[in-house]
């Protein structure tokens, strides 16, 4: 197994407190006039925002999670499988997905479409970090975002590497050596 380090802090708890707090603001501005949106969470890394975003909302939310794979170890493999599906009907709901990252945009490209097909009203997309540099990129945008990072490979704050790190309160961009 490679060693793993943690290289640096890219953003502090500080950080991603503020940036839940702004977000929750700018989700219940633009959902003013719905009643109960739908709050998707894509698993398993989009726990901690989901909870996070949750609290802060002051409101009533449906919520349901979809757990859903395009990555072994850190390589995606370019196909989307769902491993758990959606209990909530979405027909005529408002959606907001909730992801951890995007990067590639291949999952949120794919879940958007799908929930759409499914019969939502507006699908939404809100995530913790965005790893592109381009807002467009992979065919997505999302609708909220938490923060821009470095596009090195992150831990914490429920992103993971094979299972470590996932529950670091922060972001810090991990090394791998032999």
């Known amino acids: 197994m490679s060693e793993m380090r943690l290289a640096r802090t890219v953003l502090s708890v500080d950080e991603i407190n503020q940036m839940v707090t ?4 700018e989700i219940n501005e633009v959902l003013v006039d719905v009643e109960r949106p739908v709050f998707i969470g894509v698993m398993k890394g989009a726990y901690m925002w989901m909870a996070d975003l949750m609290r802060a909302m002051n409101r009533e939310i449906e919520l349901d999670y979809i757990d859903v794979s395009s990555y ?3 390589q995606s ?11 909530v009907d ?6 907001v997905i909730l ?11 794919y879940l958007k479409a799908d929930f759409e097909a499914r019969g939502a009203k507006k699908v939404y997309v809100a995530v913790a970090t965005d790893k592109r540099h381009s807002a ?6 999302p609708d909220f975002i938490g923060a821009h990072v470095p ?16 529950g670091l309160p922060y972001v ?3 090394e791998l050596s032999e």
């Open 22 to 25: 702004r977000v929750a603001d």
């Open 72 to 74: 072994v170890g850190d």
């Open 77 to 87: 493999t370019g196909h989307i499988t769902i491993q758990r599906d959606l209990k």
């Open 90 to 95: 979405l027909s005529g709901r408002t959606v």
């Open 99 to 109: 992801d951890e990252v995007v990067d590639s945009g291949l999952t949120l490209r």
């Open 136 to 141: 467009s990129a992979g065919g997505i945008t």
């Open 151 to 166: 596009d090195e490979f992150l831990v914490g704050y429920g992103m993971d590497y094979n299972e470590y790190y996932r």
């Open 172 to 174: 810090a961009v991990l």
